[in-house]
């Protein structure tokens, strides 16, 4: 069992460099990658479910080989990122629809909303005992590499002596990762603590700073960059009112708009693309697999502005952008052409995507990207990493999970989770717990 919970412990009192052993590994994000990896690193060991059926089917026959071998212990061909077929938004052993239901909910006939979203995050964490492993209201501000060299002697003296620990350090580096940070008391201080760590995980998301568009009025009381807005805004917004402008035409503007559909909302949704362009997400999911979205996609093929479709309370504007919002919640769009129409709207949501905060990291983790000379994205320019272990090929021990390596889908993080674990414990030169 990897001791990924010392972190707790450490966490909890002032830290100071006094001599601590590095801790083996750092997870930074409390979402659903950084949530996984604890699960997978705390004695939860992965097998072959009996009975199921991969719709991958080298994968299925590689598995049903060695069906009482952990697929931690297995070499599976391609990227780990192919066994993440899970549930849209759950994680392993606990499906996010069955514990909805628990809470006597449907999906069918209500939608989940994010608040539904983070209290399951929140269950899981207890049910599955994973709370000593989380240190909550911490900040992380610096994460950087260290010699034996650059820290105390006492610090030294336990990186060389550290004949306890699961790890075995390359005996010509005593390299490791100074993580520096604050944590936050119940009376609002600020109490700072610096530890040491052999590996350090990346998941913190990509949700901290939102694109906006840069137009006049963007900054109005009335124009929103989270998907949240629209659901604490719905007691006030209903069928009669003045529609909400949704911009953006990726899987958090589709949310939107399935939020609004359910709730009889009207929606005026607006987006550069065409709708038929390969690049738009919806072109890329299949069907059968993401019905919810496909939906989306045929509201904004056929009930366009230009064409009357089915649809009540919606209509698309694909090709056109957002010149500019006013004090009177007028909001002046513009086609390709250049023709110009105003529309009187009660609130605007502006969901165009958002970026990492890596300010952690030297260079705000630019020399870790795809392309080192542009900041980390994680639709064009996520972190280069391999993808049998998502560790990072610019810096060795550093790992990055979810948005961070270019996987925008929860039920992906499964598999990224898993090739980071067992990239771990191969390192750690033990078995699987």
Not at 307 to 332: M, N, Q, R, T
């Amino acid at each position: 069992m990897l001791p990924d919970r010392k972190m707790y412990g450490l966490l909890n009192r002032p830290q100071s460099k006094s001599g601590f052993k590095p801790l083996p590994v750092v997870i930074i994000g409390n979402g659903p990658s950084g949530i996984c990896l604890s699960y997978l690193l705390s004695g939860y060991v992965p097998y072959l479910k009996r009975h199921s059926i991969h719709p991958h089917p080298i994968l299925q026959r590689k598995l049903e080989e060695a069906p009482d071998i952990s697929i931690l212990d297995q070499s599976i061909e391609g990227s780990m990122i192919t066994l993440s077929r899970g549930d849209w938004m759950g994680l392993p052993d606990l499906p996010f629809k069955d514990w909805l239901k628990q809470k006597r909910r449907g999906l069918r006939n209500n939608r989940a909303t994010a608040e539904d979203i983070a209290q399951y995050y929140q269950h899981y964490v207890m049910k599955k005992g994973l709370q000593k492993n989380f240190s909550c209201d911490t900040v992380v501000t610096s994460v950087k590499k260290v010699s034996a060299e650059s820290i105390s002697n006492h610090a030294q003296k336990d990186l060389q002596e550290s004949s306890d620990s699961l790890w075995n350090l390359n005996e010509k580096s005593t390299e490791v990762f100074q993580v520096d940070g604050f944590f936050k008391t119940v009376k609002g201080d600020k109490e700072p603590f610096s530890i040491y760590a052999e590996n350090v995980v990346l998941a913190t998301g990509t949700y901290d700073g939102p694109t906006w568009l840069g137009v006049k009025g963007e900054n109005l009381s009335y124009v929103h960059h989270q998907l949240s807005a629209l659901e604490e805004a719905v007691k006030n917004i209903g069928v009669m009112s003045d529609p909400v402008l949704i911009v953006g035409a990726g899987l958090t503007a589709a949310d939107a708009i399935l939020f609004a559909h359910h709730c009889n909302i009207p929606v005026i949704h607006v987006f550069r693309r065409r709708v038929s362009d390969p690049g738009l997400i919806f072109n890329q999911l299949p069907k059968m697999m993401y019905p919810e979205y496909h939906k989306v996609h045929q509201m904004m093929k056929e009930q366009s502005a230009a064409c009357a479709g089915p649809y009540e309370c919606y209509v698309s504007f694909p090709e056109h952008h957002v010149l500019s919002f006013g004090k009177d919640k007028k909001c002046i769009i513009q086609d390709k052409n250049g023709y110009q129409k105003a529309y009187k709207i009660s609130m605007a949501l502006v969901l165009t995507g958002s970026n990492p905060n890596l300010s952690f990291l030297p260079n705000n983790g630019m020399d870790l990207a795809m392309d080192s000379d542009q900041p980390v994205n994680p639709k064009r320019n996520p972190i280069d990493v391999d993808p049998f272990t998502y560790e990072c090929t610019q810096e060795k021990g550093l790992y990055a999970l979810g948005p961070l390596a270019g996987d925008n889908f929860v039920r992906f993080v499964q598999g990224g989770a898993l090739a980071v674990a067992r990239s771990l414990l191969k390192k750690a030169n033990k078995n699987p717990p």
